[in-house]
């Protein structure tokens, strides 16, 4: 039993959760740990080395049914993201946007022919995904997004830009979300179709070992067979961000404990004052606090976990987890980051590069700000932003 589990969370989980989550945490072990750092400094990452990897293990769309998907539970995903988040959250970031975003959409609202088209490569990791709802202008409000598809004979024509893109510059399908004479809609859109232009987004300082990026649509035309014929208004991307923010509040619990961990071990070998730093009661109140916390955070997940298994997560719980895990697990890195002094700024350890990375997960898929809005819609019927 790890000994941040302070209440015996880890005595919920069924033996089939434990084994996925162990074999999970292997593969971080041997295939992130030792690389990471390097990833991160360097600004680059083999996403398409590990999307392979990670398609062996069936960890993409892996709580998708069907076209090779493992079919999984939601709490073995959510485990399993804790454990690639444990590695980087940028690792995470290439499941869940392959998985919960982009493989989702397709799953959730395409055609057969899109289905068997895309989702079966995507689940092998042999073909990239990404989802491209956030713009240059409209970020927290994708209601007002500018990018149009219009109608031309059978054939759509794409126009806008796509900002802040995932897995952009290596998708070979992007999930478009375009506005249209008849409200939002989506499309699954060929990267290599004429008219599509990726580029990079460069110094970034957070999730480095991310890759990012801005997609231009000029007159793209698509066949009306690229549009997901189920996706109708702004709900449908909405919904697949419900998904992948169910992972985030799993996920952002593994940056969390990589840094409790590294902070635990490092208080209790490094002496100050001729005692470890782990004596002081300074130290000790830092870290029950932040074990505490993560505790609570642990408990909370498996709560939406278990209500995602039974088809009962609403969208404004998954807001509750993501505003409260995320928020919290930024804070236990910046304080972990405090007990390791100056090391806890340097590369060698990974408690900085968790907090950088965190700035981020704090902003994406609905910044700390909107999930505030939306409890406190639920809280009191009104809403303060739509
Ligand atoms: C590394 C990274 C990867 C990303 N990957 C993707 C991706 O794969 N696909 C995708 O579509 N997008 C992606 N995003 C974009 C992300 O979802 C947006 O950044 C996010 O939705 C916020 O939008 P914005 O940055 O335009 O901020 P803005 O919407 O401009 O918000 C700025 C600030 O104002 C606050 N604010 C805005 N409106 C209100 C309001 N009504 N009330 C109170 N406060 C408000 C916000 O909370 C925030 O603090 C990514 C972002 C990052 C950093």
């Known amino acids: 039993m790890s000994p941040l589990d302070l209440l015996d969370v880890d005595s919920s989980l069924s033996a089939e959760e434990r084994q996925i989550r162990a074999v999970v945490r292997q593969l971080v072990d ?17 996403a398409r080395e590990l999307a392979r990897e990670f398609g062996k293990l069936g960890l993409l769309g892996m709580h998708l049914t069907g076209y090779g998907c493992a079919g999984s539970s939601a709490v073995a995903y959510g485990l399993a993201c804790l454990e690639l988040e444990a590695g980087d959250s940028g690792i995470r970031s290439l499941v869940s946007v392959q998985g919960a975003l982009a493989m989702y959409a397709i799953w959730r609202y395409g055609s057969a022919e899109q ?7 995507m689940a092998a990791g042999e073909t990239i995904g990404c989802f491209a709802l956030t713009e240059p202008d409209h970020g927290s409000d994708p209601a007002s997004m500018a990018t149009r598809a219009r109608r031309d004979g059978d054939d759509w024509v794409l126009h806008g830009t796509k ?8 998708a070979d399908v992007a999930v478009i979300w375009a506005r249209t004479d008849e409200g939002i ?4 859109v060929p990267t290599g179709t ?5 580029r990079e987004i460069r110094r970034k300082m957070s999730l480095r070992a991310s890759v990012t990026g801005e997609i231009s649509l000029d007159d793209v035309r698509l066949p009306a067979s690229a549009r997901l014929p189920e996706a109708v208004g702004l709900k449908a991307p909405l919904g697949c961000l419900t998904e992948a923010r169910h992972g985030i509040v799993w996920g952002a619990l593994g940056a969390a404990r990589d840094c409790l961990e590294t902070a635990l071990e490092y ?7 001729g005692r470890p730093l782990a004596s002081f009661q300074l130290t000790q109140a830092k870290l029950a606090d932040m074990a505490v916390e993560w505790s609570k955070g642990y408990l909370l997940a498996l709560q939406l976990g278990r209500l995602a298994d039974a088809d009962r997560l609403r969208p404004d719980q998954v807001s509750v987890g993501k505003l409260n895990n995320v928020r919290e697990a ?3 890195a910046r304080q972990c980051r405090t007990i390791l002094g100056a090391n806890g700024v340097s ?7 968790h907090a950088n990375n965190l700035e981020s997960v704090l902003t994406y898929e609905g910044t700390s700000e909107i999930h505030q809005l939306v409890i406190g819609q639920r809280l009191t019927g009104l809403s303060a932003f739509a």
């Open 30 to 46: 041997d295939q992130v740990r030792p690389y990471v750092a390097g990833w991160y400094e360097e600004g680059r990452v083999p």
């Open 115 to 121: 289905k068997q088209r895309w989702l079966p490569t």
């Open 163 to 170: 900002m802040w893109i995932t897995n952009a510059t290596i």
């Open 185 to 188: 809609r989506g499309f699954a």
């Open 194 to 198: 004429p008219g599509v232009t990726v």
């Open 267 to 273: 208080a209790g070998s490094r002496t100050q004052f």
């Open 330 to 332: 930024l804070a236990i």
């Open 347 to 353: 590369g060698a350890y990974p408690v900085l590069r």
